[in-house]
């Protein structure tokens, strides 16, 4: 039985690599951080099979401790202060956890497990204001928040101990990966929330930023198993992992409004308090290595995706899905 230590496992996507590793019959350990209320809701179905340790990624002791009780073949990186606007006002906190807590956890395997194999969630927001497009692994970075500039050193610092320790060391650079467990401040999920709410006469508006920004948005339970495919590899590389088609904001805006059969235009509201500091305007991923090498593919599109999320938002918030509601219209 293969042993693997996420961090972030309560977060999105560690959640669906959690269900990906029970499923493959790995023993799955889950780091935790101290919470006043506890933070189980997109694991609250499996969190009876993890093996819960808890840590901090800026407390490296108890890093060491989580890698000496766990013992992991693999350890997945996904911690973080992940939420791009965040990063401004708290610039400290977010290089804190999401650049130095990657050396902590490097680190801990380091001295404890040199042996394991390491991923790291590296982001297509290291890409920023993008010097080339589509962007690939060999493209320059030009991140454009204090979030961008904490991955690339995270991404760096990955590079390094492999070339320096010679550790099985991988970064994933992946673009922006979607869900109905996506965190409520992130565009997709407060766009699929928000056209919930209106729908079920919860809200009669929705505030937004910056419309016109594109991204490159795919399905996180489609990402997680690159992820897992990068550490079964016979060597450590780093990997694209994008859907290559690019959409602005409004599309997403559209496709949701549209799928309940509302016209966004009616209830879309501009507030300055959404725009960035600086924006990243365009992000477009090249992701052929990942295809050629590890054979990796998408299975779930934009729409759908959208469209299941709005499904989610709809039967979360009315108890009914869409398709229920439907009937009664
Ligand atoms: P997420 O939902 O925000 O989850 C972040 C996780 O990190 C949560 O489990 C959180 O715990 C944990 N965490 C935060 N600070 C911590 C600390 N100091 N010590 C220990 N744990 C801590 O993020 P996600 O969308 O799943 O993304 C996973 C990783 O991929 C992140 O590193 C993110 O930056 C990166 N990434 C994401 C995307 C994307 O589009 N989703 C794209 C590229 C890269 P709590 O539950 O206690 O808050
Ligand atoms: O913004 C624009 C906003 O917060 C997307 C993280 O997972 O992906 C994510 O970072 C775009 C930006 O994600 C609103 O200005 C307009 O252009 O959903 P987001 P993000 O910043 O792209 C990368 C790959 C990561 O690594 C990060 O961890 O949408 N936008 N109006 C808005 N965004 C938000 N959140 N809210 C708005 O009202």
């Known amino acids: 039985m293969k042993r693997a230590l996420i961090t972030g496992v309560t977060g999105q996507d560690g959640s669906y690599l959690a269900e990906l590793l029970l499923e493959k019959e ?114 320059p970075f030009y991140p454009r928040s204090p979030y961008g500039v904490a991955k690339v050193y995270g991404h760096w610092i990955t590079v390094n101990y492999r070339e320096s320790f010679n550790m099985f060391a991988c970064s994933g650079i992946l673009f922006n990966h979607e869900s109905p467990r996506r965190g409520l401040e992130f565009v997709t999920r407060k ?38 495919l990068m550490l079964q590899q016979d060597n450590p590389d780093d990997y694209v992992i994008s859907t290559g088609e690019t959409h602005t904001v409004q599309e997403l805006v559209e496709i949701a ?16 308090k959404f725009v960035r500091p600086a924006e990243v305007d365009l992000l477009l991923g090249d992701c052929n290595k990942a295809k050629k090498k590890l054979g990796w593919n998408l299975e779930v599109s934009f729409e759908k995706l959208v469209e299941s999320m709005v499904d989610m938002d709809l039967e979360r918030l009315g108890k009914k899905s869409f398709k229920q509601l439907k009937i009664y219209l």
């Open 191 to 228: 766009v699929t929330d928000g056209v919930a709410r209106i729908k079920l006469g919860l809200a009669n508006e929705l505030r937004m930023g910056n419309l016109d920004a594109k991204r490159d948005w795919g399905f996180a339970g489609d990402y997680v198993r690159a992820m897992w």
């Open 257 to 272: 409004f549209n799928y309940v059969g509302l016209d966004w235009q009616e209830y879309v509201v501009l507030d300055e």
């Open 26 to 139: 790995y023993k799955v350990f889950g780091l935790r951080r101290r919470t006043s209320t506890p933070n189980y809701e997109n694991v609250e179905h499996i969190k009876d099979q993890i093996e819960w340790i808890d840590g901090d990624l800026t407390d490296l002791s108890s890093l060491i401790r989580a890698i000496e009780v766990s013992q992991p073949d693999e350890v997945y990186n996904l911690a973080a202060q992940s939420f791009v606007a965040t990063s401004w006002p708290q610039p400290i906190a977010t290089g804190e956890i999401t650049a130095m807590g990657v050396t902590n956890m490097l680190e801990a395997v380091r001295i404890v497990k040199p042996d394991a194999r390491f991923y790291q969630a590296s982001s297509s927001e290291m890409f920023g204001k993008v010097v080339e497009t589509p962007q690939k692994e060999t493209t």
